[in-house]
Structure formats: C-alpha cells, structure tokens
C-alpha cells in the first residue's frame, strides 16, 4: 500500500521552474520581430517615400518589367509612357524602383 502513496506524492510534486518556458518564448517572440518583421516594415517605408517622391520625367521600373517615363501623376495612378505614342496607366505602388536617366533611351 505505501507504494500507491508514493505515486501519488511523485505526481504531485512541482517539475522543475516555471519562469523558463515564458523566458523562452519571449525570446523567440523579439528574435522574430527583429529578423522578420522590422526588415519588412523598413522595406515597406522605403517603398512608400519612393512612390511619394515621384515626378514627372522619372524613368521608372514597374513590377511587370515594364521600363517607361512618367508622363502623369494623380493620388493612387501614374501615367507612363512606353514608346513614341503608347501610355499606359499603372498603379503607383506597382512602382519598383526609379532607374538612372537615359536608359529608357538605350534599352
């Protein structure tokens, strides 16, 4: 009979801190938002200043691959010209970078 009371203390006992677990995940919590999360929200503020500093007569680089001038600009579009007499309405967030001048003359 004394062994079914040990078992019962056995099981009751505390196993090991509780403070670890929550240190851990802590941890893992801040690793994240420094290696995933904060690069992302800096690309994302990047991106944005570069849409905002847009201007007429900037070459720019589309998503798409689209490598064109903009010839026009509202709140949430841009005009682009792709050749001589061919324009196009984009996005402006479809914006992936504004390139140097003249390579739309030599692409």
Do not use: C, W
């Given at each position: 009979?004394d ?11 505390p196993?090991?801190?509780g ?5 851990i ?6 690793l994240?938002y420094?290696?995933m999360?904060r690069p992302?929200q800096?690309?994302?503020k990047e ?6 500093a847009l ?10 691959g689209?490598?064109?001038?903009v ?6 579009y841009?005009?682009?010209k792709i050749a001589?007499?061919?324009?196009i309405?984009?996005q402006k ?15």
């Amino acid at each position: 009979m004394d062994f079914l009371i040990q078992n019962a203390y056995a099981q009751g006992a505390p196993q090991g801190g509780g403070f670890s677990p929550i240190l851990i995940m802590v941890a893992f919590i801040a690793l994240m938002y420094f290696m995933m999360i904060r690069p992302q929200q800096k690309r994302q503020k990047e991106h944005a200043a570069l849409v905002s500093a847009l201007k007429v007569g900037d070459e720019i680089l589309t998503t798409g691959g689209i490598l064109g001038i903009v010839s026009g600009i509202s709140d949430h579009y841009a005009i682009v010209k792709i050749a001589d007499n061919t324009e196009i309405k984009i996005q402006k967030s479809s914006v992936a970078s504004v390139v140097p001048k003249d390579t739309f003359e030599n692409a």
